[in-house]
């Protein structure tokens, strides 16, 4: 009687198998597993027992077949506790936990899918009423042996790029598989169907063959991440802080040396590689650039050449850290060259003591070569009886004689007109030029017997434009003496004149005295301490001060010296000009001296009019202007854009002042 029932029971699985419907499987992973054999629960009715506690902590992770881990052992673990897995806790999950969940689910009422997802662990771990599993009856495996087929499971982007493959074993029968979107990387989206169904009929053939998933990549902004890089000196305090936005990934990030003051040289390292994530974080979230206090200088060569390359000048400076105006110094090139190009060139020094650019050149044209040929006027017995000299240009020039040059009754004798050739050294050929005059001749007194002799009237010389008298030429060798420079003489005839008495020439008019003040001292370029300094005329308050005139602290001046507590300077003005003047010595830096000024204090008058200018070198826009017959003192000279005479004036507008006079306006 027990073999009938029993015969019944099993008659009713094998009913029961036939007509339910296989389980949905989620897709395998990429390792080999043995399928999953789906059988129908026997018929018994399900006992709601007493809840036994779970013998470890689970985590509520959904699990699927081909997962591993721990979560799949605790889960392993509970199964067995309940009578549903009669096989190995070994923490994977296979072919007999999936069996062990699916009999789970059905005797617990679950939706039978054999993945454990919420309801099934919590069903599983904390219901009171969960169901103990019953006797699992299992069909004698001598009935036909399993049936399986390796189906491959392709995750493709939708531009064919393969994402992931995957091979899941699957039992003769139908299987739904399903997508796992963990297998593609997470800025991918489903773009076809995330499930398909797979039948494996008796003789192991699937249909489909492969299944495939498609997906999309999404056209997402990558993440940023907003960077602070703080710049301190080495005492940590802050010099300076700028934001950086940074792109997802990794970025360097390099010092900005323009971000701290100029006299601050890097200490440390100068990049930094930045990352970040997709999450938008940066590691690390903030940068610090330490930078050391250091007096940067640079030496730029100043060159002064001519046209065609040659050296005139050479010149250096030394410049600190910063932007620096060059200014031509005209006073470096001989008298007569002209600048061609611009004559003040930026020149900027980096905290690296690197100068931009690393030289200065000034081109200057060379004037037109002249030489000075002397010119002669001799008696036939080789005196001296007028000497010139004249300027002749590169080419042929004709020196003509100029008889007025020669005391009235001499005559010309032998050639009256001289070819020089200077070349383009400035060299004259013959370097000097020689005209001979005969000497009135003598009258002769009349016999005392005879009637008294009336002496000659005296003969006034006729005008030099009349027609030259014809001689006969005698023509000695020109005397040659060596000298050079250029100009054309015009050529000049005389006329016949009765000899009349030896009139001895005047004097040639004496050249002026030479200038007896020293130049203007040469200068160092500086920057004053940071403030606003007003600018006087002379070193004083008392002196007179230029409407609107002062500097600031930290812009590049000249310094010449010092006197009276107050300094010397030379700056550059907003609309371009440059102005000399006198600031409190205050303004000097520690650690920088200043020479005292040696001047000289020469007293001059006026000859004319004269405008006093602090501008000598630019704009020469004028202060006021100086009368004719004023007495001034002369302190030193400046030669720049013409001969400048650095003059103090005792009332100038009711206060006493300095500045540059032209040279040529003194007496």
Not at 25 to 37: K, Q
Not at 513 to 538: K, M, N, S
Request: aromatic residues 8%.
């Amino acid at each position: 009687m027990d073999l009938v029932k029993t015969l019944l029971v099993y008659m009713t699985v094998l009913l029961t198998s036939s007509t339910a419907l296989s389980p949905a499987l989620t897709p395998m992973p990429a390792l080999t597993a043995t399928p999953a054999v789906v059988t129908a629960a026997p018929v018994v009715t399900p006992v709601p027992a007493t809840l036994a506690p779970p013998s470890a902590t689970p985590r509520p992770t959904t699990l699927y077949v081909g997962d591993r881990g721990e979560n799949v052992r605790v889960m392993q673990t509970r199964l067995k506790e309940l009578g549903y897995l009669t096989g190995t806790v070994d923490g994977i999950f296979g072919r007999e936990t999936l069996r062990a969940v699916e009999r789970f689910q059905s005797y617990n009422n679950l939706s039978v899918d054999g993945i454990a997802g919420a309801k099934t662990l919590n069903k599983l771990y904390y219901d009171p009423n969960v169901v103990y599993g019953p006797v699992d009856v299992t069909p004698p495996p001598t009935i036909r042996p399993s049936v399986t087929a390796n189906i491959p499971v392709y995750y493709l982007s939708t531009d064919g790029v393969r994402l992931y493959t995957d091979v899941v074993l699957l039992s003769e029968g139908r299987t739904t598989l399903r997508a796992n979107n963990d297998r593609v990387p997470r800025d991918y989206a489903p773009a076809s169907t995330s499930q398909v169904t797979v039948t494996v009929n008796a003789q192991g053939e699937a249909t489909p063959a492969s299944v495939t998933f498609t997906y999309q990549r999404q056209q997402t902004p990558p993440a940023t991440a907003q960077v602070t890089v703080s710049y301190v000196d080495q005492g940590n305090t802050l010099l300076n802080r700028e934001t950086l936005t940074l792109p997802q990934g990794t970025t360097p990030v390099y010092a900005n040396d323009r971000m701290v003051p100029p006299g601050y040289a890097l200490a440390g390292s100068r990049i930094v590689n930045v990352t970040v994530s997709a999450g938008g974080t940066a590691n690390p979230s903030g940068i610090s650039f330490v930078y050391a206090e250091v007096n940067v200088t640079a030496a730029v060569p100043v060159n002064y050449l001519d046209a065609q390359g040659g050296t005139l000048y050479q010149d250096q400076l030394v410049l600190p850290a910063g932007s620096h105006t060059v200014i031509a110094n005209m006073g470096y090139v001989p008298e007569g060259y002209t600048l061609q190009g611009t004559g003040r060139v930026s020149v900027t020094v980096s905290q690296n003591g690197a100068a931009t650019p690393a030289s200065v050149t000034f081109v200057f044209q060379a004037p037109p070569v002249q030489a000075y040929v002397p010119v002669y006027y001799q008696d036939t017995d080789g005196r001296t009886l007028f000497e010139e000299t004249v300027p002749l240009s590169q080419g042929v020039n004709i020196v003509t004689a100029n008889t007025s040059l020669a005391p009235a009754g001499y005559v010309l004798e032998g050639e009256a007109s001289v070819s020089v050739m200077v070349d383009a050294a400035g060299t004259a050929r013959p370097s000097s030029v020689t005209f001979f005059f005969q000497a009135p001749a003598v009258p002769t007194k009349a016999p005392v017997t005879l009637a008294p002799v009336t002496p000659p009237p005296k003969v006034t010389p006729e005008p030099v434009t009349e027609a030259p008298v014809t001689q006969t030429p005698i023509t000695p060798p020109p005397k040659v003496t060596p000298e050079p420079a250029p100009v054309t003489q015009a050529p000049v005839t005389g006329a016949p004149v009765t000899p009349p008495p030896k009139v001895t020439p005047e004097p040639a008019p004496e050249t002026p005295p030479a200038q007896d003040a020293p130049a203007l001292p040469e200068y160092q370029i500086i920057r004053f301490t940071d403030g606003t300094y007003p600018v006087y005329t002379g070193p004083g308050e008392q002196y007179h001060m230029a409407e609107g005139a002062q500097v600031a602290g930290g812009t590049d001046c000249r310094l010449y010296g010092s006197q009276s507590g107050f300094l010397l300077i030379g700056y550059g003005t907003a609309d371009g000009g440059y102005r000399i003047g006198y600031i409190t010595a205050k303004a000097l830096p520690a650690g920088v001296s200043a020479p005292a000024l040696a001047f000289a204090a020469v007293p001059r008058t006026l000859a004319a009019a004269a405008p006093l200018t602090d501008d000598p070198i630019i704009n020469a826009l004028p202060l006021g202007e100086l009368p004719a017959g004023a007495t001034v003192t002369v302190l030193a000279t400046l030669n720049e854009n013409g001969q400048w005479a650095y003059v103090e004036a005792a009332d100038f507008t009711g206060k006493p002042a300095r500045g540059f006079v032209p040279l040529g306006s003194l007496q």
